[in-house]
Antibody, heavy 120, light 108 residues
Framework: EVQLVESGGGLVKPGGSLRLSCAAS????????MSWVRQAPGKGLEWVGR??????????DYAAPVKGRFTISRDDSKNTLYLQMNSLKTEDTAVYYC???????????WGQGTMVTVSS | EIVLTQSPGTLSLSPGERATLSCRAS???????LAWYQQKPGQAPRLLIY???SRATGIPDRFSGSGSGTDFTLTISRLEPEDFAVYYC?????????FGQGTKLEIK
C-alpha cells in the first residue's frame, strides 16, 4: 500500500525550532520529488517547499514566507523526508502535509498531516 | 508568482445537479500544469485532475477538467452526496507551486 506518514508536530514557542518527518512506503521513494504543503486552521492550502530526487539533482525550492528558515532534506536509505523549521512564527501554525509529485507536477499521494502550533 | 483565483467562493447546489467551478490564473499556466483537488473536513486533499483534463486513478468520470492558458474549469456532471467538499486548483511554474483559495461546494 502506498503511504506517507508524518510525525514530529507539536507546540513550540515563537523563535523555536521543530523537525518534521515523513515516512514513505509502497513506492520507490528515491525516485520521487517530494513536497511539503501546509494548511493554517480554517484556511486554504499553501505550498512550503520541494526536494527533487537525487537522480534529478536533489535540489530544493521554497516558498517566499519560509525561505531561509525552513530546510527540506531526505534520507533515501530510510525512505524518509524531513522538514527542519527554525525561527518559527505564529503564522507558521498549520497542519503540515508531505506529498509526492506526479504527472504534470500534481500532488498525487498525501500523508494524513501533522499539526504544528507556534504559540507562547 | 502566478496567482490563482477561484470562483465562486461558495456554490450551493442539490444532488443530481451539475457543478461548474472556475480557476483563473494571473499569467498563462505552462503546458497545462494545472491540477484540481477535493478536500473534506479533517482529511488530506485528494487529487482529482492533473494536466488540466486527465482524471487521477480511481476518480469517477462525473469529474472532468478543461481549459488552457489562464482559464480552467472543473465540472461535476451529476452531484453525488459525497461530492460536497472544498475544491482547490493548483499550478506549477518557475520552480514554484500555488493553490487557489478554494471553492466550497455545499448542499442547497
Amino acid at each position: 500500500e502506498v503511504q506517507l506518514v508524518e510525525s514530529g508536530g507539536g507546540l513550540v514557542k515563537p523563535g523555536g525550532s521543530l523537525r518534521l518527518s515523513c515516512a514513505a512506503s509502497g513506492f520507490t521513494f528515491s525516485n520521487a520529488w517530494m513536497s511539503w504543503v501546509r494548511q493554517a486552521p480554517g484556511k486554504g492550502l499553501e505550498w512550503v517547499g520541494r526536494i527533487k530526487s537525487k537522480t534529478d539533482g536533489g535540489t530544493t525550492d521554497y516558498a517566499a514566507p519560509v525561505k531561509g528558515r525552513f530546510t527540506i532534506s531526505r534520507d533515501d536509505s530510510k525512505n524518509t523526508l524531513y522538514l527542519q523549521m527554525n525561527s518559527l512564527k505564529t503564522e507558521d501554525t498549520a497542519v503540515y502535509y508531505c506529498t509526492t509529485e506526479g504527472w504534470f507536477s500534481a500532488f498525487d499521494i498525501w500523508g494524513q498531516g501533522t499539526m504544528v502550533t507556534v504559540s507562547s | 508568482e502566478i496567482v490563482l483565483t477561484q470562483s465562486p467562493g461558495t456554490l450551493s447546489l442539490s444532488p443530481g445537479e451539475r457543478a461548474t467551478l472556475s480557476c483563473r490564473a494571473s499569467q498563462s499556466v505552462s503546458s497545462s500544469y494545472l491540477a484540481w483537488y477535493q478536500q473534506k473536513p479533517g482529511q488530506a486533499p485528494r487529487l482529482l485532475i492533473y494536466g488540466a483534463s486527465s482524471r487521477a486513478t480511481g476518480i469517477p468520470d462525473r469529474f472532468s477538467g478543461s481549459g488552457s492558458g489562464t482559464d480552467f474549469t472543473l465540472t461535476i456532471s451529476r452531484l453525488e452526496p459525497e461530492d460536497f467538499a472544498v475544491y482547490y486548483c493548483q499550478q506549477y511554474g518557475s520552480s514554484a507551486y500555488t493553490f487557489g483559495q478554494g471553492t466550497k461546494l455545499e448542499i442547497k
